[in-house]
């Protein structure tokens, strides 16, 4: 009876030792989740590249999202290095910087399509080539992120073979959770492309601009400067010459041109021009100076765009003055 007792006994110790060399001989996560992180990494260190471009361009000067952009780009560089030097020995913290890093990508895309379907915070967006890419990376930053969070955590060897007690949630995952959460990762990931494509499609591709109807004045600061037909201040580029436009590209996303006919400057002191941008389409100039309005200027009476450096030379608002004056 004893030997029995003691053989069952060194059978059991026998089969937890094998459960644990196997557990521990399992191979665990090598290049593909190597390359998750890597790849996760880069992305979110690419959709702050991105947006630090929009803030240092333009977006700086508007009000509340000129901060949140400044924000959006110090947080995705922090998650992205935490993605890349948290070890995957440190399983918790990896999978909740990875999992941060994909909440951080999704709601990033969801704040900019809201920004283009209604506007936040007073601004509407519109439709930018540097946009799109930021919205693109952020779906490809949400979907590795998501798997690296979900990827299976290594298995640690313990010392003189020891049984290990089985790991818990979310030091592992199991196969059923992470099988539904990659399901829901592809459907979100799938529905952000489309909401991204539905709210491109639909986005105006410039601000509105001046339509030509007539130039008017306003006084700012003690100025007398030119405004379009609502009331927006008009500035000039320096690049600019008197008959030629230097803002093409997101320049005139920005800086959307003012269209319209030599007619609409009937009253104003100076002289009231066109120039032919390439496209065939003509922009109004004053005084020799091609105008335009500002995408930070969200009411009539703004003058953001004043004095700024930005997409490659200095912006002066138009001051009103006989022919010879000017910004």
Known sequence: MTDRHSMTKLGTIRGAGRAAREDAERPAPGWPVVILRVAGSGLLIATAAVHLDLYLTGYRTIPTIGWLFLLQVIVAFGLGLAVLAIPARLVIPSRLAAAAGAGFALATLGGYLLT????LFGFKEVRTTAGIVAGVVEVAAFVVLAALALAP???????????????????????????AAGMTTAAL??????LLGLAVAGANSAAPAATGTALKTTTIDGTTVLTNAQGFTLYSFAPDTPTSSKCYGSCAVYWPPVAGTAAAGQGL??????????GGSHQLTYNGHPLYTYIGDSAPGQARGNNLNLNGGLWHEVPVSPLGGGA
């Open 116 to 119: 283009v379907w209604i506007g």
């Open 153 to 179: 955590a290594a298995a640690n060897a313990p010392a003189g073979g020891a049984a290990v007690a089985p790991a818990t949630f979310p030091a592992q995952i199991s196969p059923a959770i992470a099988r």
């Open 189 to 194: 990931a799938a529905v952000a492309l489309l």
């Open 269 to 278: 002191p100076g002289k009231v021009t066109t120039i032919t941008r390439t």
